[in-house]
């Protein structure tokens, strides 16, 4: 596991599941523009919560690629959900802006609620394309950048379902912390 501390917060790459993070107050969705259960992370993700929260999320629906919404996460060990829709790969243009819009709204949404800890599994990694590496390089790209901007969040951490994808995971946050202690 990689922890790398920044602007007085924690980043880290973990392998799980986005459901068994019960340390996070909030959890992000990979979500799908309805809002409702899915396949991949949104499944698991209503799954996990239970009904209550597709009736919560049911008056926020339809979202924008790059948009994010808040809600609060009904049967899962957090106090929050944050649901992105991540853009489809080539489809939804340009991939990596809508992308990194998804992880700035996200932490924005965070600040507003004084959130300390959020958790972000690889938004659009999945159903959606996006190759995992530049997908991780965008979002810590994005985390980092929005970082010295947040007061209140000071945990990140990005949680992986496979083990391959965190050692990818891992050594992108090394390499864009050295470019930001060159900086
Ligand atoms: N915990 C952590 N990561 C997971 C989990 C989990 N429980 N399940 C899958 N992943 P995806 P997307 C990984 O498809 O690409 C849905 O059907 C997975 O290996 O969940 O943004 C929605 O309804 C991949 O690396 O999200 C939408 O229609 C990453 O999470 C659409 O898919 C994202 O995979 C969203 O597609």
Redesign the pocket.
Known sequence: MTKRHLHGATLECVQ????HQPDMESVVN???AEL?I???????IHRAAGPGLERECRPLAPIRPGQAVITGAHNLPNRYVVHCL?PIYGIDQPSDMLLASCYKNALQLAEQNMIASIAF??????????P?ESAVRVAFKTIIGVLPRLSSVKYVRF????HA?VRVCEDVLVDLMEENDDA
Do not use: K, Q
């Open positions: 799980g599941d986005i459901v990979a979500a799908n409702r899915g396949g991949g992370v949104a499944g698991a991540g599994p690889a938004i659009s990694t999945g159903a959606f394309g996006y995992m949680v992986l379902f496979h994808d």
